[in-house]
């Protein structure tokens, strides 16, 4: 059993990289309602896990998650810009994209509690009770579409915007698994939530550990 876990110092320098980030990008009317009320107010963003038995199940890993999103896509738009633009005519501004990638996942927040749960140290053989994160979901509006509707409370996102994060799961979402196909749809109509989605994936897979 891994203990991969984030210091204080560790945390801290991401919630304040992240603030930067919002700071310097992000304009929009009520972002900083959004922040100092619920994100770094009654959330427990910044100290939230990514997940349970995932990538980055441990304190701190969704602030992580998100950052690492956030640079994998300014490399990933860097690399695509010009594809994007000649062949389907589409930009994504520094505003955007921050939105998209910073807040894409804030339905993981006030969704994990600690528990308790018994395992078997295999150096000594005996069990001992060790802290995990289980699932406390207090408002069930789904993944992708919650997060577009929590942040709607705050600030007013534009199609693109909506449609990135919304579908930002890309074939692991519920609605598609349950068969809706609406998902290729708005892959074909919006090809910049493709480009996101792949963000999400390599930060998952290429950068994030995770405790076995
Ligand atoms: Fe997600
Ligand atoms: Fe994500």
Redesign the pocket.
Known sequence: MSNIQLTEDEIANNRREFLHIVDSKIKRDGISKFVDEWLDGTSDFFKAPASTKYHGNYKGGLCEHSLNVYHRFEKNYENEKKELKEKFNVELNDESRAIISLF??ICKANYYKLDLRNYKNEETGKWEKKEYYAIDEKFPFG??EKSVFLLNQYIHLDYMEAICINW??GGFDRRVLGGDNSLSLAFEKYPLAVLFHIS?MEATYFDEKVNK
């Open positions: 894409h996942d993944h992708g930002h799961m999400d």
